[in-house]
Nanobody, 123 residues
C-alpha cells in the first residue's frame, strides 16, 4: 500500500491550494480517510476526515473542504483563505471504515500514511 500526497507549496495569506492524495494497493471508498498536519515543533493534528460524511477541526471549518473521487481513487483537500498558522507538512492517511467518529482525530487510529507535502503560507 502506498499513499502519495502532493499539491503543497508556498502561498500568500488569503490564497488557496488543493492537496491531492492518491493510493495504490487500496481503494479509498473502503476506508475512512484523514488529512493531518504537523507544524514545526508541534504534534501532528487532525485537519479533516471523510467517513460517511466529512469532518473538520474547528480552525479550518468553512475554509477547507475534503472530497473524494472514487473513479480516480484520489482524495482532495481544498484549502482556501489560508493563514500563516496553516503552515505545516500535510499528510493523508487511511483508517478502517469501522473507525468511530470520536477516534477519527487520533493519528494512532490510521494504518497507512502518505509521505507528506509542505504547505507554507507567507507573504
Amino acid at each position: 500500500v502506498q499513499l502519495q500526497a502532493c499539491g503543497g507549496g508556498l502561498v500568500q495569506p488569503g490564497g488557496s491550494l488543493r492537496l491531492s492524495c492518491s493510493a495504490s494497493g487500496l481503494t479509498f471508498s473502503s476506508y475512512a480517510v484523514g488529512w493531518f498536519r504537523q507544524a514545526s515543533g508541534k504534534e501532528r493534528e487532525f485537519v479533516a476526515g471523510f467517513r460517511r460524511g466529512s469532518y473538520y477541526t474547528n480552525s479550518v471549518k468553512g475554509r477547507f473542504t475534503i472530497s473524494r473521487d472514487n473513479a480516480q481513487n484520489t482524495v482532495y483537500l481544498q484549502m482556501s483563505s489560508l493563514k500563516p498558522e496553516d503552515t505545516a507538512i500535510y499528510y493523508c492517511a487511511v483508517a478502517p471504515s469501522s473507525i468511530i467518529l470520536s477516534s477519527m482525530y487520533r493519528p494512532t487510529e490510521y494504518h497507512y500514511w502518505g509521505q507528506g507535502t509542505q504547505v507554507t503560507v507567507s507573504s
